[in-house]
């Protein structure tokens, strides 16, 4: 099994530019959600998904959007990029939390920049 | 009001000595649930260890236990016999309620520990 993987593992934008991380899992997780990391910051949580077809706001949304037309698949979609964008993004699944810890896994992450 | 406070920015510590990183958290709901992460340099988000709020004990993951203090909110990260390798950044996380729509997890902002040789 793959895990979660993200790609690309690296870009470099230009302010107003658009561009799509993409995210897929291979663990059959019901739950997938976005992050992005920040110095000093810790994560914060931008968009997630308990199911294909459903998404839902996290705490910084502004300036992304999701879609899950699939259980695999989350990508997410920056549009008009921003210098404020510059960040790492994290992709992470998880599956529910009956009998389980509800514990997230990560991808590896994609670092975004914005010039 | 954050929710996870990590208050400790950067920490040392010689190989092969114990260290505790502090989190405390904030929350109204009698379900919840703890998780610590390590990042190190590579930048991968690796799961450590998780305490419940109704479990009785002390959670443990070989070197690692979690010394979880409910009525003072904390849920302190241990590490045994640290080791060179053990140099990352560390997240406390939480996860409010025990199912349904809460699944989502929030961060603290990240302790930095050094090891020394």
């Known amino acids: 099994n793959a895990g979660v993987t993200q790609t690309p593992k690296f870009r470099i934008l230009k302010i107003g530019q658009s561009m799509t991380l993409q995210c897929a899992q291979d663990?059959?997780?019901?739950?997938m959600y976005w992050y992005r990391q920040d110095p000093g910051m810790g994560l914060k949580l931008i968009y997630y998904?308990?199911?294909?077809?459903?998404?839902d706001k996290g705490e910084v949304p502004n300036g992304y959007n999701v879609s899950r037309s699939t259980t695999e698949d989350f990508p997410l979609r920056l549009e008009l990029a921003a210098p404020s964008q510059t960040s790492v993004y994290f992709c992470?699944?998880?599956?529910?939390?009956?009998?389980?810890?509800?514990?997230?896994?990560f991808g590896e992450g994609s670092r975004l920049t914005v010039l | 009001a954050q929710k996870i406070t990590q208050t400790q920015p950067g920490m040392f510590v010689q190989e092969k000595e114990a260290v505790t990183l502090d989190c405390t958290y904030d929350t109204s709901d009698p379900s919840y649930g703890l998780f610590w992460y390590k990042q190190p340099s590579s930048g991968e988000m690796i799961f450590l260890i998780y305490?419940?709020?109704?479990?009785?004990q002390n959670a443990t993951e070989g070197r690692y236990s979690l010394n979880f203090q409910k009525a003072r909110k904390s849920a302190n990260l241990v590490i045994s016999a640290s080791q060179l390798g053990d140099s990352a950044m560390y997240f406390c996380?939480?996860?409010?309620?025990?199912?349904?729509?809460?699944?989502?997890?929030?961060f603290g902002k990240g302790t930095l520990l050094t090891v020394n040789p």
């Open positions: 992470a699944s998880s599956y529910s939390l009956l009998g389980g810890t509800g514990e997230l896994f």
């Open positions: 996380a939480m996860r409010e309620g025990s199912g349904g729509s809460n699944y989502k997890l929030t």
């Open positions: 663990m059959n997780h019901n739950y």
């Open positions: 305490q419940g709020s109704y479990d009785q």
């Open positions: 998904s308990v199911g294909a077809g459903i998404t």
